[in-house]
């Protein structure tokens, strides 16, 4: 299996570690990953404020450079959301629909492709609050949505979690409620955003969690902020930096 690897922008620049750990896993199970060293943005930001126009080149070179592979893989709900289905800027072409159709987040390739069923060299003995983006249960269905309360409850990420010995997960309420990042809503609407990251917070604080895991860093690099502000002795990681154990 060829997989082409894209890390999220804000992943590389803040967050490289995270990169590092999803090529490190990857391998571990086994999958030929190949990097693209001219990809950028997957052009979500543009096009969720309004500026498909503007996302089009992006997204064009996202096509160029992943059209090849059998499989795009991305450590990102909200990145792949916007991947398979909502990108619309770029030129429609059948190497367009390949790359739409080939895109998916970390986790449900873990779960879904590769039905990867252990991680023995993976070990975190936390007690961990699993958050699952907004994108990744409601546009991927990573997970199921509280407001559909006929659906039989079930989390890929949490499926995956259980597998690494010694961790044990915290459950707290309206656990599949927004975290108030939201891309650029955080930034045209902070005071709401901010509460909402608050509210989130203390959900988990009330779940006895010591360490906060999601599959999407943005949400992740919102919530660390609201609890550094808050004095809130948590930590943040990607569930890549779980599954992978400690690095050598």
């Known amino acids: 299996m060829r997989v082409g690897l894209m890390i999220p922008c804000y992943v590389d620049v803040f967050y490289p570690e995270v990169g590092i750990a999803t ?21 979500q930001p543009m096009a969720n404020s309004g500026y498909a126009g503007d996302a089009r080149a992006t997204e064009e070179l996202l096509v160029r450079n992943f059209a090849k592979f059998e499989y795009v893989v991305i450590p990102s709900g909200s990145c792949a959301h916007h991947i398979r289905n909502k990108m619309t800027a770029a030129a429609a072409t059948p190497e367009r629909d390949h790359v739409r159709s080939r895109t998916f987040d970390l986790v449900e390739f873990l779960h879904d492709v590769l039905r990867a069923s252990e991680f023995p060299w993976a070990e975190f003995p936390r007690r961990v609050a699993v958050h699952t983006s907004c994108s990744a249960i409601r546009g991927l269905h990573e997970e199921s949505m509280s407001e559909r309360v006929h659906d039989a409850e079930f989390s890929k ?25 939201g891309g650029t809503f955080a930034v045209n609407e902070e005071a709401v955003s901010v ?30 902020g609201c609890a550094k502000r808050l004095g809130r002795n948590l930590s943040f990681l990607h569930i890549a930096q779980v599954l992978n154990g400690p690095r050598a």
């Open 157 to 181: 990420p949490k499926s995956l979690l259980r597998k690494v010995k010694g961790l044990e997960i915290a459950e707290f309420d309206r656990a599949d409620e927004c975290c108030g990042f």
């Open 23 to 43: 090529l490190e896993l990857l391998e571990k199970l086994g999958v030929e990953v190949e990097y693209p060293f001219d990809q950028t943005c997957c052009g």
């Open 195 to 224: 509460k909402m990251g608050v509210d989130k917070l203390d959900f988990v604080a009330k779940g006895r969690a010591d360490c906060v895991v999601s599959s999407d860093m943005s949400c992740l690099m919102h919530l660390q």
